[in-house]
Nanobody, 117 residues
């Protein structure tokens, strides 16, 4: 069973930046679609950024131009660089994997991101 460990969350002021990391216990990036998801209080979990096994990426409209998903296959690590953070980005962020970005079968434990002055 693959396990993920996320890190990098925290409290940041509006306009600030954070980089989230997701370390996988096995080499799966070239086998499964990966993605960053977030869930704010009272809302459904949503896809923030996804990456296919071949490296194609897609982003939610709300984060385009501000967030960047990337991965380091040698380190089994996926990243989410978040710039220009807004209060509405506040949520628990999860990394996930599955046959596609909408069919997630593996989840990390989540990391809290809070954007507030």
């Amino acid at each position: 069973q693959v396990q993920f460990v996320e890190s990098g969350g925290g409290l940041v002021q509006p306009g600030g930046s954070l980089r989230l990391s997701c370390v996988a216990s096995l080499s799966i990036f070239k086998l499964l679609a990966m993605g960053w998801y977030r869930q704010a209080p009272g809302k459904q979990r949503e896809l923030v950024a996804g990456m296919t096994p071949t490296g194609s990426t897609n982003y939610a409209d709300s984060v385009k131009g501000r967030f960047t998903i990337s991965r380091d296959n040698a380190k089994n690590t996926m990243y989410l660089q978040m710039n220009g953070l807004k209060p509405e980005d506040t949520a628990v962020y999860y990394c996930g994997a599955g046959p596609s970005s909408t069919l997630v079968s593996l989840w990390g434990q989540g990391t809290q991101v809070t954007v507030s002055s």
